[in-house]
């Protein structure tokens, strides 16, 4: 516990009576007897962050914490976490522990720090077993420390992205998952805790930093946590004892590593330093600890999976599980956001995103700002181009009658002319490869026209034509040097192109014609 209160019997027989008429004869709650705290008074040192950066080790700079990438690898529900039970020897010692390590993956989407008994909890000052909390949790272990008369939650916490609360700038050890996936370890400033351009999405606070990259921290701790106003001898005595433990950390591949032994404050289990070792031998990098003595408790798959400290009331020949705060819970892959920011569905954890969107929240429009070039902006839909462009990267100009943005109206000019391609003006001078389009177009209209005239001849040719003249035949006179009796006009006349050529061999097939139908009548 973060601040035990002296045990009160009357309290205790009030709480058994209180608990007494509502129970049946196997109602049993915790004493609350194995109380592990290290401070006397309130909770945690008073000194600033500034103290705790400028007492650190000149190697670490600056930096008071230790950020690493977290894993990503695995898909579906087997592959969220791996808990493995242990019974080990303590080594330099005769005792034997027992206990839980979990290693769980992707924890940006599988990992949550939950409030005792759900949201709100840490508001209302209540607590709640592990259990109760853990719901749907595939395991679950407590988390941060509390005030055992009041309830109150302490240090930061921060649920499924929601701040729950805000330490004040208080320098014990935190673990944190910040938005982008980063694990965080150690201490912290108040503006890196409600740093929102990077916001921590879990948090929550310990009591000494037991591993900083690979190396025992447990020493520099002391400096950093101890509180000024009290003895360092309580808060040796929380590191040294042998007691029950709980510890959050990481492993070279970004794997969060949960880790829990049972005990009983001063009989059994281990201390700091061992818990320290014994992580680092899992291969552990960075590591706090968190509320151990009668708070520690594993939970899988709903069930209660340690053995308790704390002797049960009204009956002491058992031994219950307490009512907590905080708990770390390991749950099913998650999309992240939740909603996969309203732009696709989640599936197995991954956000499958709707068509014109991108990204593993789908918080990116499909289209980057440099695919659509200078004449276009990127939207959800693709490039909206500019007036006058079109185009997947709206790298092509309107064609040859339509203007506007993205070539979507079409020009209202006389005879159909084109227009301006960004107006819409009819008084408009085409430039650049328009021009040369409409150029193009124009002798290729021209030359079909030619074709279809000479088609037009051709088949005119090919039919007498009769003209009348007061209601009576008459040859037509022809240009092509015949007069009206079939004979030339002009015998110095003659042909100069193919166009009169062309009229030459009509009028004559007519002049033919009509002679031969002057003939018949």
């Known amino acids: 516990m973060a601040a035990a209160a002296p045990t009160q019997p009357l309290v205790w027989l009030l709480l058994w009576l209180c608990v007494r008429p509502f129970g049946t004869s196997n109602t049993r709650v915790s004493l609350g007897d194995d109380v592990l705290s290290p401070y006397a008074g309130g909770h945690g040192p008073a000194h600033s962050h500034r103290h705790v950066r400028d007492c650190q080790p000149a190697v670490h700079g600056n930096v008071t914490h230790e950020t690493r990438p977290a894993s990503t690898s695995g898909g579906g529900a087997a592959s969220v976490a791996e808990s493995t039970v242990f019974v080990s020897d303590v080594p330099g010692s005769s005792r034997r522990v027992y206990g839980h390590v979990t290693v769980v993956r992707d924890p940006l989407r599988t990992l949550s720090v939950l409030e005792p008994g759900g949201p709100g909890g840490c508001r209302g000052n209540r607590s ?6 853990a719901g749907r949790c595939l395991y679950a272990q407590n988390a941060g420390f509390f005030l055992p008369d009041t309830h109150e939650c302490l240090g930061n916490v921060v649920s499924d ?11 014990n050890a935190q673990f944190g998952i910040r938005r982008d996936g980063s694990l965080v370890f150690g201490y912290l400033s108040q503006d890196e805790v409600l740093d929102r351009s990077n916001p ?4 929550v606070s310990g009591v000494v930093w037991l591993l ?7 020493n520099q701790s002391l400096q950093a946590e101890c509180d000024k106003t009290q003895k360092t001898g309580r808060f040796r005595t929380f590191v040294d004892v042998v007691s029950a433990r709980t510890a959050v950390g990481h492993d070279g591949e970004g794997n969060v590593v949960l880790f829990h032994i049972d005990g009983q404050t001063g009989v059994r289990g281990m201390n700091l330093w061992e818990v320290a070792e014994s992580l680092k031998s899992y291969g552990v990098i ?8 009668g708070s520690s ?27 907590v705060s905080t708990v770390l819970c390991v749950h099913p892959r998650r999309c992240e956001p939740a909603d996969c920011g309203g732009h696709g569905d989640c599936a197995d954890g991954r956000c499958r995103c709707r068509r014109g969107w991108r990204g593993a929240g789908c918080d990116s429009p499909d289209c980057r700002p440099e695919a659509c070039g200078p004449h276009g902006v990127c939207t959800a839909d693709g490039c909206d181009c500019d007036a006058g462009w079109r185009g997947k990267n709206c790298s092509q100009v309107c064609p040859l009658g339509f203007f ?6 079409e020009c209202l000019c006389d005879d159909q002319c084109p227009c301006d391609p960004q107006t819409g003006s009819c008084n408009a001078t085409l430039r650049g490869e328009a021009n040369y389009t409409l150029h193009g177009a124009g002798r290729c209209l021209a030359k079909q026209m030619f074709t279809l005239w000479r088609r037009d001849e051709e088949a005119r040719r090919e039919q007498p034509r009769l003209t009348e003249n007061q209601d009576r035949p008459a040859l037509v006179q022809s240009r092509t040097g015949l007069n009206f009796d079939g004979w030339p006009l002009n015998p110095k006349q003659t042909v100069t192109d193919d166009k009169e050529k062309h009229h030459f061999l009509r009028d004559a097939t007519n002049i ?6 002057r003939t018949a009548r």
């Open 512 to 517: 033919c014609s009509l002679s031969r139908f």
């Open 212 to 218: 900083r990259s690979g190396e025992v921290y447990i």
């Open 286 to 293: 960075n590591a706090i600890n968190l509320d151990g003595g």
């Open 297 to 323: 408790t594993y939970v899988a798959n709903g069930s209660l999976a340690s053995y308790p400290s704390d002797l049960c009331i009204p009956d002491g020949r058992w031994r219950c599980a307490r009512a």
């Open 128 to 133: 709640s077993t592990v259990e109760e909390t």
């Open 200 to 203: 921590f999405v879990q948090l």
């Open 404 to 409: 506007g943005a993205s070539c979507s109206e």
């Open 161 to 171: 992205g929601r701040p729950v609360r805000d330490s004040g700038g208080v320098q």
